[in-house]
Nanobody, 117 residues
Framework: QVQLVESGGGLVQPGGSLRLSCTAS????????MAWYRQAPGKEREFVAQ???????IYLISVKGRFDISRDNAKNTVYLQMNSLKTEDTAVYYC???????????WGQGTQVTVSS
């Protein structure tokens, strides 16, 4: 059974940084595409960043240049380095992964990121 477990959320001041981690188990992580989504209170879940099995990346325009998604296949882990955080980045961040062909999606339980002074 595939499981995704996020960590690294917390409270940070505007302009600060956080690094989120998502560790996968129960599957061949290296062939999966991985992504981060977020959901702010009262809003729909939105795409943040994606990294393919080949390392290609895609970003939400509002985070491009501030966030960096990466993966370490040896550790079955995908990361989201978040810099220059803004109050509008406050949300629950979810890890998402899928195998080739996207026959189904897998989700983590989410980790809270709060950007506040």
């Amino acid at each position: 059974q595939v499981q995704l477990v996020e960590s690294g959320g917390g409270l940070v001041q505007p302009g600060g940084s956080l690094r989120l981690s998502c560790t996968a188990s129960g599957t061949d992580f290296s062939i999966y595409a991985m992504a981060w989504y977020r959901q702010a209170p009262g809003k729909e879940r939105e795409f943040v960043a994606q990294i393919g099995s080949n390392g290609n990346t895609i970003y939400l325009i509002s985070v491009k240049g501030r966030f960096d998604i990466s993966r370490d296949n040896a550790k079955n882990t995908v990361y989201l380095q978040m810099n220059s955080l803004k109050t509008e980045d406050t949300a629950v961040y979810y890890c998402n992964g899928w195998p080739p062909g996207r026959t189904r999606d897998y989700w983590g339980q989410g980790t809270q990121v709060t950007v506040s002074s």
